[in-house]
T-cell receptor
């Protein structure tokens, strides 16, 4: 199965540290999305790429967050100077450009900031 | 501001009963997505509704879309325990509702 994969699955870090997450989408999908989800809430959109271009970024995303998709394949999400409020599940999803079958989500990376 | 509202947010129902979850959204959209999420797991795509009047069915779940009313419904027929999960609707621009936590009682 070549579904969406994310690494790491869990990350515990101390406040103020930087963390980086990786997402590998389904190979033929050219759209890639990052979301954040906290307990009891729906996924909150962070940013999305079409191929290597970052087409949209949430206004809620602070300057501490940055995402890249350098070759239009895998993507990384970096959080600098983490805060306790950054603790959440970070979900990556990919889709074909037609979006005809919705998004395929990865298993997520659970971040805990202590 | 684009909003997606689901109703109810929590639903506890008996096995064998029917019920409907509603999803209202605040802007025009030609498509709507439904997802399922089990506790501690990621999201699974259930339905993609691509046009006004679209209806899709999978097992005991049926989803419909009324783009004029900006309303989608997810109907559960003769609920079984395996359907217990949280269900999300979402529209482009990639905005999710808060989810409906469905609990099926034996």
């Amino acid at each position: 199965d070549t579904g969406v994969s994310q690494d790491p699955r869990h990350k515990i870090t101390k406040r103020g540290q930087n963390v980086t997450f990786r997402c590998d989408p389904i190979s033929e999908h050219n759209r890639l999305y990052w979301y954040r989800q906290t307990l009891g809430q729906g996924p909150e959109f962070l940013t999305y790429f079409q191929n290597e271009a970052q087409l949209e970024k949430s206004r809620l995303l602070s300057d501490r967050f940055s995402a890249e998709r350098p070759k239009g394949s895998f993507s990384t999400l970096e959080i600098q100077r983490t805060e306790q409020g950054d603790s959440a599940m970070y979900l990556c999803a990919s889709s074909h450009w037609t979006r005809s079958r919705g998004q395929y989500f990865g298993p997520g990376t659970r971040l805990t900031v202590t | 501001e684009l909003k997606v509202e689901q109703n109810p947010l929590f639903l506890s129902m008996q096995e064998g009963k029917n019920y409907t979850i509603y999803c209202n959204y605040s802007t025009t959209s030609d498509r709507l997505y439904w997802y399922r999420q089990d506790p501690g797991k990621s999201l699974e795509s259930l339905f993609v509704l691509l046009s006004n009047g679209a209806v899709k069915q999978e097992g005991r779940l049926m989803a419909s879309l009324d783009t004029k009313a900006r309303l989608s419904t997810l109907h559960i027929t003769a609920a079984v325990h395996d359907l217990s999960a949280t269900y999300f609707c979402a529209v482009p621009k990639i905005i999710f509702g808060k989810g409906t936590r469905l609990h099926i009682l034996p």
